[in-house]
């Protein structure tokens, strides 16, 4: 077990988890899964044509983008989803 891990004081079991059941979206770090999760927010469901409607909404994972936590960390840009959202209205058009 790395040493950050033990300093932590996490347990084996704490690590190794099953994510939590009743989540609406299972976050997976890194630049490669923000991209991920980008582009099927955007381009897969076209969810961003209803963010307007649906980004307070609390539970389900299109509801509103969860992009958060991959800006947080600075594994995602905001400027890369800006301009991918920019393409996608200038494609489907704004409401």
Known sequence: ?????????????EIEA????????????????GLKRLM?????TKCLADYGTTRNQLS????????SPWFAVGALSPRSAYFMAR???????HK
């Open 18 to 33: 099953p994510p939590y059941e009743r989540a609406s979206f299972i976050f997976k770090g890194g630049e490669e899964e």
């Open 60 to 67: 389900g994972e299109n509801f509103s983008s969860k992009l």
């Open 40 to 44: 099927n927010y955007i381009w897969e």
């Open 1 to 13: 077990m790395p040493d950050l891990v033990k300093d932590l004081k996490y347990t084996k079991e």
């Open 87 to 93: 393409s996608f209205e200038e494609k489907y058009g």
